[in-house]
């Protein structure tokens, strides 16, 4: 996440999504400034596996930049409910979301997540920033 927040800030702003929209290949950058949908003043890291700060970064800061592993089959045909896979991996990061709140359904705590533009609920052991990596937050 880190990088992305990097990039983002070295060229003064991130395009809008229907000025560099998602093609699902590898390409080089396309940054237009004229398509500038948003800057980043600053992030800051919340420390690896701090579950607590993670959550209060959710509570006071709002949405936080996560990633997770999304390779498995389950992940990716996931329709409802809580979200659990014991496969889940967390040194296999590929895919960036957004922890916008945290919850308890049916006794399992879980993480809501933003994926583009669906909401997923995460059992809280499962949802890879509460377990190993490194989470951003924008400022």
Same mark, same amino acid.
């Given at each position: 996440?880190?990088? !992305?927040?990097?990039?983002?800030?070295?060229?003064? /702003?991130?395009?809008?999504?229907?000025?560099?929209?998602? $093609?699902?290949?590898?390409?080089?950058?396309?940054?237009?400034?004229?398509?500038?949908?948003?800057?980043?003043?600053?992030?800051?890291?919340?420390?690896?596996?701090?579950?607590?700060?993670?959550?209060?970064? $959710?509570?006071? @800061? /709002?949405?936080?930049?996560?990633?997770?592993?999304?390779?498995?089959?389950?992940?990716?045909?996931?329709?409802?409910?809580?979200?659990?896979?014991?496969?889940?991996?967390?040194?296999?990061?590929?895919?960036?979301?957004? !922890? @916008?709140?945290?919850?308890?359904?049916? /006794?399992?705590?879980?993480?809501?997540?933003?994926?583009?533009?669906?909401?997923?609920?995460?059992?809280?052991?499962? @949802?890879?920033?509460?377990?190993?990596?490194? @989470?951003?937050?924008?400022?």
């Amino acid at each position: 996440m880190t990088n !992305a927040f990097q990039y983002v800030q070295k060229n003064r /702003g991130i395009d809008s999504e229907d000025a560099y929209p998602y $093609v699902g290949e590898d390409e080089s950058c396309m940054y237009n400034p004229t398509g500038k949908a948003a800057k980043c003043r600053g992030y800051k890291e919340i420390p690896e596996g701090n579950e607590k700060a993670l959550k209060r970064a $959710v509570a006071r @800061v /709002g949405p936080i930049s996560v990633a997770i592993d999304a390779s498995l089959t389950s992940f990716q045909f996931y329709s409802k409910g809580v979200y659990y896979d014991e496969n889940c991996n967390s040194d296999n990061l590929n895919h960036a979301v957004l !922890a @916008v709140g945290y919850g308890i359904q049916k /006794g399992r705590k879980h993480w809501i997540i933003k994926n583009r533009l669906q909401f997923l609920r995460h059992n809280s052991n499962h @949802v890879t920033p509460s377990r190993k990596p490194s @989470v951003s937050a924008p400022l």
